[in-house]
């Protein structure tokens, strides 16, 4: 028999994860990404599949009340043990849960490698927004030894981690809100010059998941100046490079080179299985708004991850605004 429950037991949500999960890690199904979103003011529903007593499936459900739409997000989830009769009651059951909120539609990303399928008990749509939630990722094993790291880079990156070790940049590691406040300018500023909506949550993502060990904020400086930095989540076997930016008037300092060395050492220490550089673009285009991001990430060396794209569960004819909002932004930026 199966029933769908309310959990609000911390412990009882990560043994399910930790459990199983310990691979590829659903970062925005984390209980401190719930709590993340509490203190930016959403609402968080916590629920749980069960079959009779035995937890076999979660999802942490955002509901979302934007100019774009009302909406319940499952961002990277529901995870749920891979048997299609648990996954069909939770879909049954969300859509229900939908409808009762009022809201037009409900958007779901399990991670899901792309080349698998999964049957849906009613119609979906492919979400109109780009590569959401770095379903299309780098990933670098980090059980290799340091010789192995540098030896399977990119030339021109082995050459620039030493060409940095040789000059006076200083690495610092920090869970300190306060020291965020120096990194923020430059990320204001990336945004404003990238065109995109600067992250909010930076800050109680630091201050909410530091808590648990789970977040530190990487920062190099160089004559006196913080010159770049990075914020870095560490969930299940992985670490995650969430958030980063750069001061332009010192890009010929190889500074963000050293700063990801730093950061797949700290993922080996805490003893993580691979580094998750976040997206990249899924085109080789050289016009492509990520392509020399991609270059970046990919010349450390790993292989490409790509997972389903996120589906959207239409319940009302108001999601046609969300629909045109997104695609035609996505269009704009050029994907």
């Known amino acids: 028999m199966l029933t769908i429950q309310n959990i609000q037991d911390k412990y009882t949500w990560e043994n399910f994860l930790n459990k199983n999960y310990q691979g590829f890690f659903p970062l925005f199904q984390a209980w401190q990404w719930g709590e993340v979103q509490k203190s930016l003011g959403f609402e968080v529903f916590r629920i749980g599949v069960f079959d009779k007593k035995k937890l076999v499936g979660i999802a942490q459900i955002v509901e979302v009340k934007a100019k774009r739409g009302h909406y319940l997000h499952v ?21 229900k849960f939908g409808k009762e909120k009022g809201v037009s539609f409900i958007r779901i990303s399990p991670l899901i490698p792309k080349e698998e399928n999964i049957s849906f008990p009613f119609s979906t749509i492919a979400a109109p927004i780009h590569n959401m939630d770095a379903e299309v990722c780098w990933i670098l094993d980090v059980r290799q030894s340091e010789e192995e790291l540098l030896k399977n880079m990119r030339k021109s990156h082995r050459y620039l981690i030493k060409k940095a070790q040789g000059m006076p940049i200083k690495i610092t590691q920090s869970k300190s809100v306060k020291d965020l406040e120096k990194f923020l300018p430059l990320y204001k500023e ?17 201050e909410i998941f530091s808590k648990d060990n ?20 560490f969930v299940g076997d992985m670490g995650i490079y969430r958030h980063s930016a750069s001061d332009d008037a010192y890009r010929h300092i190889p500074a963000m080179y050293i700063l990801q060395w730093q950061i797949i050492a ?49 319940l009302k004819p108001s999601y046609g605004k969300t629909f045109a909002i997104e695609y035609i932004t996505k269009l704009k930026k050029g994907y």
């Open 75 to 95: 961002r990277q989830g529901p995870a749920i043990e891979n048997k299609k009769h648990y996954w069909s009651y939770f879909f049954q059951e969300l859509l």
């Open 214 to 233: 789970l977040c530190e904020l990487f920062l190099a400086e160089y004559e006196g100046r913080i010159i770049c930095g990075a914020l870095v989540d």
């Open 266 to 314: 700290e993922c080996k220490k805490r003893g993580k299985k691979m580094y998750n550089f976040w997206g990249i673009a899924d085109t080789e285009q050289k016009k492509h708004p990520w392509y020399g991001l991609t270059l970046f990430k990919t010349g450390f060396g790993g292989e490409k991850k790509e997972f389903m794209h996120a589906r959207d569960i239409i």
């Open 190 to 206: 990336l945004a404003k010059k990238k065109h995109f909506v600067a992250h909010k949550g930076l800050k109680e993502e630091l």
